[in-house]
């Protein structure tokens, strides 16, 4: 392409560029300086000179977050159609369609009554009212973390380092938006009263969300993502709740999501050993107990024993912690050693002829595929 060359004065030019390099230089050396001295200075901690983040591009951690996040997007159109969401392409509608063309009689029924007002009939027709109202007490306890899991994540983008770590995070932005709000029509068209959030969960959550720098990922990726993990497992093989496997392999991510950074910035010995923090790690987690024992009659109605379902959670979750280096006050042999007997002690106290079990070692995860998932990321622990 030809462009007309216009004049111009070169040394008003150069002049200009003396006067911004001047200016550049004192702004930057005032920024360092209260930056040093805690004071303010540059909020951003992104690397200009290299068109990067500050610690670098964190490619791999960007193809195994960012890239593969991208990839496994789900579109909820899709996955709940009868749904009120239309989040799919022109593209992929046309796709759709021709799957549509393509199906047998019998295909095409079962399509049509999934895709209409029908879908909650299915839900009246497979479960009790008892039962639908555990399953949404169970639900909307993680749709509420889910809220606060949107916040905590969109609050650890200033936190992290690298191109890679930020994209990561970014990615978990929108897949916890995404979960927030396609989990609540789920839950809603269960057509029961959605409780509040209790206060044991409400403590967990609001300590996550205050929690300095990196314990934010502790407490959201760590504890707060294995439980919804293990929520998704256990309900994701039930008639018209199969959309939580994806929930669930979105969530198998995010729980990584910690091990990968610290594996490239790893926590400071001071940030693992800390005293202090090792003590408020713990108290985010210790209300996830009497959490569970408050949720004892859903998960029994649904006939789940809910100290399998405790002591998976807190197993996954120490494994976890351990792995990306968050200590706790005690070691993780110590604190199974706790949970069981604090599991068994209740079970004593509030069940006829209980007899000791090792509830650490249970498995409530249901489903081939959610079981090969969590494999993946727990291997031996699982």
Same mark, same amino acid.
């Given at each position: 392409?030809?462009?007309?060359?216009?004049?111009?004065?070169?040394?008003?030019?150069?002049?200009?560029?003396?006067?911004?390099?001047? #200016?550049?230089?004192?702004?930057?050396?005032?920024? +360092?300086?209260?930056?040093?001295?805690?004071?303010?200075?540059?909020?951003?901690?992104?690397?200009?000179?290299?068109?990067?983040?500050?610690?670098?591009?964190?490619?791999?951690?960007?193809? +195994?977050?960012? $890239?593969?996040?991208?990839?496994?997007?789900?579109?909820?159109?899709?996955?709940?159609?009868?749904?009120?969401?239309?989040?799919?392409?022109? $593209?992929?509608?046309?796709?759709?369609?021709?799957?549509?063309?393509?199906?047998?009689?019998?295909?095409?029924?079962?399509?049509?009554? /999934? !895709?209409?007002?029908?879908?909650?009939?299915?839900?009246?027709?497979?479960?009790?009212?008892?039962?639908?109202?555990?399953?949404?007490?169970?639900?909307?306890?993680?749709?509420?973390?889910?809220?606060?899991?949107?916040?905590?994540?969109?609050?650890?983008?200033?936190?992290?380092?690298? !191109?890679?770590?930020?994209?990561?995070? #970014?990615?978990?932005? =929108?897949?916890?938006?995404?979960?927030?709000?396609?989990?609540?029509?789920?839950?809603?068209?269960?057509?029961?009263?959605?409780?509040?959030?209790?206060?044991?969960?409400?403590? /967990?959550?609001?300590?996550?969300?205050?929690?300095?720098?990196?314990?934010?990922?502790?407490?959201?990726?760590?504890? /707060?993502?294995?439980?919804?993990?293990?929520?998704?497992?256990?309900?994701?093989?039930?008639?018209?709740?199969?959309?939580?496997?994806?929930?669930?392999?979105?969530?198998?991510?995010? #729980?990584?999501?910690?091990?990968?950074? #610290?594996?490239?910035?790893?926590?400071?010995?001071? $940030?693992?050993?800390?005293?202090?923090?090792?003590?408020?790690?713990?108290? =985010?987690?210790?209300?996830?107990?009497?959490?569970?024992?408050?949720?004892?009659?859903?998960?029994?109605?649904?006939?789940?024993?809910?100290?399998?379902?405790?002591?998976?959670?807190?197993?996954?979750?120490? !494994?976890?912690?351990?792995?990306?280096?968050?200590?706790?006050? !005690?070691?993780?042999?110590?604190?199974?050693?706790?949970?069981? %007997?604090?599991?068994?002690?209740?079970?004593?106290?509030?069940?006829?002829?209980?007899?000791?079990?090792?509830?650490?070692?249970?498995?409530?995860?249901?489903?081939? %595929?959610?079981?090969?998932?969590?494999?993946?990321?727990?291997?031996?622990?699982?």
């Amino acid at each position: 392409m030809h462009f007309q060359k216009l004049p111009y004065n070169e040394r008003a030019a150069r002049a200009n560029r003396v006067v911004e390099d001047a #200016t550049n230089r004192a702004v930057r050396g005032v920024d +360092k300086v209260l930056g040093q001295m805690h004071l303010g200075g540059r909020a951003a901690e992104y690397d200009d000179e290299h068109y990067e983040f500050l610690g670098g591009p964190s490619d791999s951690m960007r193809r +195994k977050h960012y $890239d593969r996040s991208l990839h496994l997007l789900w579109k909820a159109e899709q996955m709940l159609p009868w749904s009120t969401f239309h989040d799919a392409t022109d $593209d992929e509608r046309a796709l759709m369609e021709m799957a549509e063309k393509a199906m047998r009689d019998d295909e095409k029924v079962q399509r049509d009554r /999934i !895709t209409s007002a029908e879908f909650r009939a299915l839900l009246n027709r497979e479960y009790t009212p008892d039962q639908k109202r555990a399953i949404v007490a169970i639900l909307s306890a993680i749709g509420h973390g889910e809220a606060y899991a949107w916040l905590v994540s969109a609050s650890m983008l200033p936190e992290v380092k690298s !191109t890679g770590a930020k994209a990561a995070v #970014t990615m978990q932005v =929108m897949e916890e938006a995404k979960h927030f709000v396609v989990l609540r029509e789920l839950v809603q068209a269960f057509e029961v009263e959605v409780p509040r959030l209790q206060v044991w969960e409400y403590l /967990i959550l609001e300590s996550s969300l205050k929690a300095r720098g990196l314990d934010r990922f502790f407490g959201m990726n760590v504890l /707060i993502e294995t439980i919804a993990l293990s929520i998704f497992g256990l309900l994701a093989d039930k008639p018209g709740l199969e959309v939580l496997r994806l929930f669930h392999l979105d969530e198998s991510r995010h #729980t990584a999501l910690p091990y990968n950074y #610290t594996k490239e910035f790893p926590l400071t010995r001071w $940030d693992r050993r800390n005293p202090v923090r090792r003590l408020r790690r713990l108290q =985010m987690v210790l209300p996830a107990l009497p959490f569970v024992m408050r949720m004892e009659p859903e998960l029994c109605e649904l006939g789940i024993e809910p100290f399998d379902f405790a002591g998976s959670v807190m197993r996954k979750v120490m !494994t976890l912690a351990d792995r990306a280096g968050f200590d706790l006050p !005690t070691s993780s042999a110590s604190l199974a050693r706790f949970f069981n %007997e604090v599991f068994n002690g209740y079970c004593r106290a509030t069940r006829d002829g209980h007899v000791w079990k090792d509830f650490m070692r249970a498995e409530t995860t249901n489903g081939v %595929e959610t079981s090969a998932v969590e494999r993946e990321i727990f291997g031996a622990a699982s």
